[in-house]
């Protein structure tokens, strides 16, 4: 099995991002885009070489204000208020400053065009990169997304409650918050790993770990506004991927997407929350693999009926 590469960071509108890749170096440019308060790590290493087997050159990443990425210390920690009420201008940045990380990223490293791939607000950047830059796009998936629209996918009272609950103090009370958190919003119908998530924790508290950082990102979210409208002129191949059990981004979300993009394929899966189990990972490289596949069946030229 390839191994990822060792960490680097890439300059890219004027930060920092830190990234790492897997796979052959000459296969096509696939960018694996993380949720809110998740580091690139949440890509398991096993899950990024299945994906390099099908002949991908995987890149995952850390987002701006978390990991070893570029935090924007100077703007301080959002008020809950504004956050909540996705007040545009106290946010320090929005989902379309991500875009342009993203694609200073794929500038650095010499790609045109990537498929991307992203879940919770990473599926958000992919879509806005999507909107606002089509040509660097090749085909998408967004995984336990939505559109932006603040009437879809209300989290329920229990995952919203985890959601804006104060962070923890210190390493272990900071993995304990997270499985707390991944036990409201986890997927019922797979056991949690719980092994595997505190490992995970225990990694991201020791590269990084930032409460102003995470609460900034929260707010880019929703200040970023409604992408139904825009979505609808989104023509790359794409499969939008949802929970049927989703406590966070509930399935209506993953639902309204499919329906603002154009010829988009939705697959709902029974008893998927919010989180990407091991025992599904297969099924999310055959739709990832499947969607890129789309592009060189768009390229053909109609046969004659």
Same mark, same amino acid.
């Given at each position: 099995?390839?191994?990822?590469? +060792? ?6 509108? /004027? ?11 000459? =296969?096509?440019?696939?960018? %694996? ?10 890509? $398991? ?58 694609? &200073?990223?794929?500038?650095?490293? &010499? ?6 791939? &992203? ?28 559109? !932006?629209?603040?009437? %879809? =996918? ?31 919003? !986890?997927?019922? &119908? ?15 508290? $020791? ?17 970023? =506004? ?27 979300? !993953? /639902? ?6 154009? =010829? ?31 592009? !060189? +069946? ?8």
């Amino acid at each position: 099995m390839s191994r990822l590469s +060792e960490e680097r960071l890439a300059p890219a509108n /004027r930060i920092e991002i830190a990234y790492q890749e897997i796979g052959d170096p000459d =296969g096509e440019p696939l960018l %694996l885009i993380m949720g809110l308060a998740t580091q690139m790590l949440a890509w $398991d290493e096993p899950f990024c070489a299945m994906l390099a087997e099908r002949g991908f050159r995987v890149i995952r990443f850390d987002n701006r204000d978390i990991g070893h990425s570029t935090k924007i210390e100077a703007a301080g920690l959002p008020k809950r208020t504004d956050m909540l009420l996705g007040r545009r201008r106290t946010a320090p940045y929005l989902l379309r400053d991500m875009v342009d990380d993203t694609t &200073g990223l794929m500038d650095h490293l &010499g790609v045109d065009a990537a498929h991307l791939v &992203g879940a919770s607000m990473g599926g958000m950047i992919a879509q806005t990169v999507a909107i606002r830059r089509p040509e660097r796009v090749r085909s998408l998936v967004s995984i336990m997304s939505s559109t !932006g629209s603040r009437w %879809l =996918g209300v989290p329920t009272w229990k995952a919203f409650g985890a959601l804006f609950a104060h962070p923890a103090v210190g390493r272990e009370a900071a993995v304990e918050h997270t499985v707390r958190i991944f036990r409201i919003i !986890g997927s019922p &119908g797979y056991p949690l790993d719980e092994a595997r998530l505190r490992e995970l924790a225990d990694a991201s508290y $020791d590269r990084s770990h930032s409460r102003a950082g995470i609460a900034r990102q929260l707010h880019a979210v929703t200040a970023s =506004g409604d992408r139904t409208h825009a979505l609808r002129n989104v023509r790359v191949p794409a499969t939008v991927i949802h929970g049927a059990s989703d406590p966070l981004v509930r399935p209506a979300a !993953g /639902r309204a997407t499919a329906r603002a993009i154009p =010829g988009a394929r939705l697959h709902t899966i029974v008893g998927m929350g919010h989180d990407l189990p091991r025992e599904l990972w297969p099924t999310y490289v055959e739709e990832i693999a499947a969607t890129a596949a789309r592009v !060189g +069946e768009r390229a053909k030229p109609k046969q004659p009926a």
